[in-house]
């Protein structure tokens, strides 16, 4: 079984489709999953068995999410998700691991990882993962997601390295901004945070990507982090 290169020209019939990558080791598990997907509708654009072929192949194929193992051959998968995010901030990245080890889980969210899922997940748990990563969503398995918010507290009582937030002539946040940062540090998805203040759920997307570039941030990690430390998930 071979890798899929890069994606060909757009399917009609799959445009507007989410755009998916698949990196796994194992030729079977990795093909299995890209088909699953494929066959749900979400448009795989390319698969890795290693993660130097991963970073390479996402910088061709642009996808939307990468599905990511964390046991890679050449480059871990950790090492692999902050090489991608790095090189573009809008790509999510849903880890897909056989480990459940906090230890994994906590170095995955802060190499940029959106969510964590376990291999044990049902398929239709996967396609609803995926779904919500493309609309950067964090998604974890039951139980995870309390020892993430745990640790973004924890980073927030580390020295951070300076934003320029402080500086008066640095870009101010408006009121929903806020009010949007606020909510994020609580842990609460882009889904529920556009129900709570009546908005569309892209309105709230928007309002973070803008939050992140003016404070000169890269992911969700450091988002909260700066919320935290700045009291507002007690707000």
Same mark, same amino acid.
């Given at each position: ?16 489709? @989410? ?10 598990? /990795? ?18 068995? %290693? ?17 990511? %193992? ?70 974890? #398995? ?10 973004? /507290? ?38 529920? @945070?556009?129900?709570?203040?009546? @908005?569309?759920?892209? #309105? ?15 992911? /969700? ?6 919320? @935290? ?7």
């Amino acid at each position: 079984m071979t890798e899929r290169q890069t994606s060909q020209p757009p399917d009609p019939e799959r445009r507007g489709a @989410i755009r998916v990558m698949v990196v796994d080791d194992h030729p079977m598990w /990795r093909d299995a999953v890209a088909r699953d997907l494929a066959e749900s509708g979400f448009d795989v654009v390319a698969t890795a068995g %290693d993660g130097d072929q991963a970073v390479r192949r996402a910088a061709a194929a642009a996808p939307d999410v990468l599905v990511l %193992d964390l046991n890679l051959p050449g480059k871990p998968g950790v090492q692999v998700c902050k090489e991608v995010v790095g090189a573009d901030p809008k790509l999510r990245v849903l880890v897909l691991s056989a480990s459940g080890e906090h230890a994994d889980v906590l170095e995955a969210v802060k190499s940029g990882a959106t969510g964590y899922l376990l291999k044990s997940a049902s398929t239709e748990e996967l396609r609803d993962a995926v779904r919500r990563t493309a609309a950067g969503d964090p998604v974890f #398995t039951p139980g995870l997601a309390g020892l993430v918010l745990g640790e973004y /507290r924890r980073l927030a009582s580390e020295p951070a390295p300076a934003a320029g937030t402080d500086d008066p002539g640095a870009p101010r946040l408006t009121d929903r901004e806020t009010e949007v940062l606020r909510l994020v540090a609580k842990g609460l998805s882009y889904k529920q @945070i556009a129900e709570r203040l009546v @908005i569309s759920h892209r #309105t709230v997307q928007n309002h973070v990507q803008n939050t992140l570039g003016k404070l000169q941030l890269h992911n /969700r990690v450091e988002l909260v982090r700066y919320a @935290i430390e700045r009291g507002l998930d007690d707000a």
